[in-house]
């Protein structure tokens, strides 16, 4: 398994930019896939971001202003948001996936606890 811990959460205005940080510990050699999902009170926890061999996918809500990247060397996974709007207001979660493929949103086998975006 994969320990996770995020980071870089917080609260900011409508248009501004956040990084959030995801560092890996643990059986990180057998990671195929890593994402950023999200999830509000009341509803599912729906994907963001993820990344694997064949590079980044976005949904389509992100897409032009989130970028996902990965610091191999120090075992983290980024997610810089820029353009940030209400409805990006979040739980936002790491995960991992030890299965091949990236291909999807399902899958993901690790989770960390989460860190707190608020856009107002």
């Known amino acids: 398994h994969v320990q996770l811990v995020e980071s870089g959460g917080g609260s900011v205005q409508a248009g501004g930019s956040l990084r959030l940080s995801c560092v890996a510990s643990?059986?990180?050699?057998?990671?195929?896939?890593m994402g950023w999902f999200r999830q509000t009170p009341g509803t599912e926890r729906e994907g963001v971001a993820r990344?694997?061999?064949?590079?980044?996918r976005y949904a389509d809500s992100v897409t032009g202003r989130f970028t996902v990247s990965k610091d191999v060397a120090k075992n983290t996974l980024i997610l810089q948001m820029n353009g940030l709007k209400s409805e990006d207001s979040a739980m936002y979660y790491c995960?991992?996936?030890?299965?091949?493929?990236?291909?999807?949103?399902?899958?993901?086998?690790?989770w960390g606890q989460g860190t707190q975006v608020t856009v107002s």
């Open positions: 995960a991992a996936r030890n299965l091949p493929g990236c291909n999807a949103w399902s899958g993901f086998n690790d």
């Open positions: 990344i694997g061999s064949s590079g980044p």
């Open positions: 643990g059986d990180t050699y057998g990671t195929y896939c």
